[in-house]
């Protein structure tokens, strides 16, 4: 048995990657600030913080001193429009609490760091796949915050802090959160469907993802503890290659039509754009193949098929 430090363990992926540790049979301690996080997702299995990883007084006196076998440091603002609305909140939130976290694993004799980054710190980009040879040109502050906390990861190598940045695509699936319509492409958009009826898409159809689903981001996220070639690397997590907004909607609107006896149609409306928000991106997914074994289970009509079967039962 191992023990873990997990953080953002009451968010979507933090608690998924939690319980996956957990269910492996190894000890959890977690820590959540609860800004987008739910009690319901903090397994009572973990020994829980409720602090703000930004905190120094949570590293001076708070969590136990004691071995890690590795940090997961998933906690964060995860949206790049979001981080518009205040930049410097935005880096302390993302970018110095990654700086806390390797300092204080190095302390404790923690030597594996492993870290939710994203597709963001790319920006701008040609229409193919990228890889992680590509140029870096973030187009949102929280695309920077989290490039730069990569940077520090690179950076406490040389102290002996062992580090993988996956760089994580769209994720989407069960447990997600549905209220939150401002985080997240495709629970905003089966949110709109599902509690409205129907759809409003702030940016063009053309624009294009690469979605990826929760169950491939946790096994990816466990990979890398068996992989130690993983450690100093950068390595793309997606899913499910080039696809467009327009075909993602499509899609929804198909899962709902299937079930529905009325027939009613659910409107589309493209109106509008999202600050810092980029035309296209998907992945290679190569690096990960080879690096840590990775391949997706999950096709996008499957993974869309399992998370609209999940959220249908939701009460909005
Ligand atoms: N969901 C995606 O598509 C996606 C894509 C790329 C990268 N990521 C990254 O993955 C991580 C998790 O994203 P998510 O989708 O699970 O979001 P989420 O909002 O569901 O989870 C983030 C969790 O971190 C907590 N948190 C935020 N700031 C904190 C802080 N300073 N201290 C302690 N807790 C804090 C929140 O309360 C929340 O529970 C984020 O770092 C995000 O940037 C997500």
Request: proline share 3%; hydrophobic share 35%.
């Amino acid at each position: 048995m191992s023990k873990y430090l997990v953080t953002g363990v009451a968010g979507f992926i933090g608690s998924a990657v939690a319980n996956a540790l957990l269910a492996q049979g190894h000890e959890v301690v977690g820590i959540d600030n609860m800004t987008t996080g739910s009690p319901e997702n903090v397994s009572s299995k973990i020994t829980f913080f409720q602090a703000d990883c930004q905190d120094p007084s949570l590293y001076a006196s708070k969590l136990p001193k004691q071995k890690y076998d590795a940090i997961f440091h998933i906690a964060g603002q995860s949206s790049g429009e979001i981080s518009f609305d205040d930049p410097s909140y935005d880096l302390r939130t993302n970018t110095e609490s990654t700086l806390h976290l390797l300092k204080f694993g190095l302390a404790n004799d923690c030597k594996r760091f492993i870290y939710a980054s994203t597709m963001s710190v790319y920006g701008m980009q040609p229409d193919k796949e990228i890889d992680e040879s590509s140029s870096t040109f973030p187009l949102s502050f929280y695309g920077v915050g989290k490039l730069a906390s990569e940077h520090y990861l690179r950076l406490y190598e040389q102290f002996g802090m062992r580090s993988t940045a996956l760089r994580l695509f769209n994720v989407y699936g069960t447990g997600q959160n549905m209220s939150n319509l401002r985080q997240g492409m495709v629970s905003i958009f089966m949110a709109m469907m599902l509690k409205d009826g129907k759809i409003h898409v702030k940016g063009s159809p053309e624009r294009y993802r690469d979605f990826v689903y929760i169950d491939d981001v946790v096994n990816a996220f466990l990979l890398c503890l068996e992989r130690e070639s993983s450690a100093g690397q950068a390595i793309n997590i997606s899913g499910s290659g080039r696809t467009t907004v327009g075909s993602l909607i499509d899609k929804l609107v198909q899962l709902k039509g299937s079930e529905s006896s009325s027939g009613k149609e659910i409107p589309v409306k493209f109106e509008g754009s999202t600050a810092g928000d980029m035309h296209g991106i998907y992945a290679s997914q190569q690096k990960a193949e080879e690096i840590l074994g990775y391949k997706p289970k999950f096709t996008l009509d499957s993974g869309l098929k399992r998370m609209y079967d999940w959220a249908k039962e939701l009460k909005f």
